[in-house]
């Protein structure tokens, strides 16, 4: 019985250092700024954004066709469409950082936004801003670099 306990203590423990290494956030609510006016974004599915807290601040993976080809404005032809249905968010470099009156830290990076499939790559210049308060990612606002085109933003909840 007291072995049953030990391997039921460290079983527990690699659970919870699991769910630290990464944390899946699901899309509550969707708006998208085209033109300086905001409106809700309805999407196709769920549109998940996966953060891998052993990677750089600010990497993040997103997942959702609809979104990633409409963010992208279908420049990439890709031999496979699948290959819209995720994205890497890499090498983030830390752009700004400030905490608003409610405590919410919003952080902006300017990172490379992949999309890579068997023979398919395409990568465009994205800034992400994440907007956490006490360790909780509450949204996420993104678009493309240079670009005076849309500009969406993102409610998020933990899965």
């Known amino acids: 019985m007291k072995k049953f306990y030990v391997l039921f203590l460290v079983l527990f423990s ?11 956030l699901i899309v509550d609510k969707a708006w998208v700024n085209d033109s300086g006016e905001w409106s809700d974004y309805s999407y196709a599915g769920k549109i998940v954004f996966s953060i891998n807290n052993n990677q750089e601040n600010g990497s993040l993976r997103i997942g959702n066709y609809d979104f990633l080809y409409d963010f992208c404005e279908g420049r990439a032809k890709f031999s496979n469409k699948a290959t819209y249905s995720s994205a890497e968010f890499s090498h983030p470099r830390k752009i700004s950082a400030q905490t608003d009156k409610q405590g919410v830290l919003n952080t902006t ?22 907007l956490e308060k006490g360790g909780n990612y509450l949204g996420a606002k993104m678009h493309i670099k240079d670009n005076n085109g849309k500009e969406y933003a993102f409610s998020l909840k933990s899965s």
């Open 14 to 24: 690699l659970n919870v250092n699991a769910q630290q290494i990464s944390e899946t």
């Open 109 to 130: 990076y300017e990172g490379t936004l992949i999309f890579q499939g068997d023979n398919d790559y395409y990568s465009v210049i994205a800034i992400v801003t994440l």
